[in-house]
């Protein structure tokens, strides 16, 4: 199992310009999620999904969308990049149960200039 | 409000000393808690979990401890190692959520 990919690894993107992280895992999971983690910070939560066609809004979910239209994907887009958006992106996945172990991908690092 | 923080943002041990990472918590009503390791670069790692029925869990090296009085949850690494050098967050299960702490830095010193 590849477990949780990640692409791109790294991206710069211009103030305005839009761009999709892609998210893709192979273990099944219900579960997936999408984290932002700033310089010397905690992870925060943007947003998630239990299940294809479930998306929810987590801590910080303004400028950002999602979609899951299969188990193993899960987009995140910026529709109009701002400075205050470069930041490291995690996304998780986890089982079905509720309390469960996440798995994390390597990161994609964006920054907007 | 739920969230959870860390009291020390650096820690700095020995090679082969015990480490002792603390973690405050807000929400009474959490009742899961994992520790993950973060290296740098690297998404983070599981180390351990817990859940509020426990009050201590052991793994490799590991113990988690749960203080539901205070709210307070702890990670301690036996005979710490150079490898062990990273950032650990804990993390508390609010409803489908995990909140995270902010982290803290530990560096074995060798």
């Known amino acids: 199992n590849a477990g949780v990919t990640q692409t791109p690894k790294f991206r710069i993107l211009k103030i305005g310009q839009s761009m999709t992280l892609q998210c893709t895992q192979d273990m099944n999971h219900n579960y997936m999620y999408w984290y932002r983690q700033d310089p010397g910070m905690g992870l925060k939560l943007i947003y998630y999904s239990v299940g294809a066609g479930i998306t929810d809004k987590g801590e910080v979910p303004n400028g950002y969308n999602v979609s899951r239209s299969t188990t193993e994907d899960f987009p995140l887009r910026l529709e109009l990049a701002a400075p205050s958006q470069t930041s490291v992106y995690f996304c998780?996945?986890?089982?079905?149960?509720?309390?469960?172990?996440?798995?994390f991908g390597p990161g994609t690092r964006l920054t907007v200039l | 409000g739920e969230s959870v923080g860390l009291h020390l943002p650096t820690l700095s041990v020995q090679e082969g000393d015990n480490s002792i990472i603390n973690c405050a918590y807000s929400n009474s009503a959490s009742d899961y808690f994992i520790w993950y390791k973060q290296e740098s670069g690297k998404g983070p790692q599981f180390i351990i979990d817990i859940r509020s029925n426990m009050d201590k869990r052991q793994g490799q090296r590991v113990t988690v401890l749960l203080n539901k009085t205070v709210k307070h949850l702890s990670l301690q690494i036996a005979a710490t190692q150079p490898g062990d050098s990273a950032v650990y967050f804990c993390a508390d299960l609010y409803g489908n959520k995990l909140v995270f702490g902010a982290g803290t830095i530990l560096r074995v010193k060798s």
């Open positions: 998780a996945s986890s089982t079905n149960d509720r309390d469960n172990e996440q798995f």
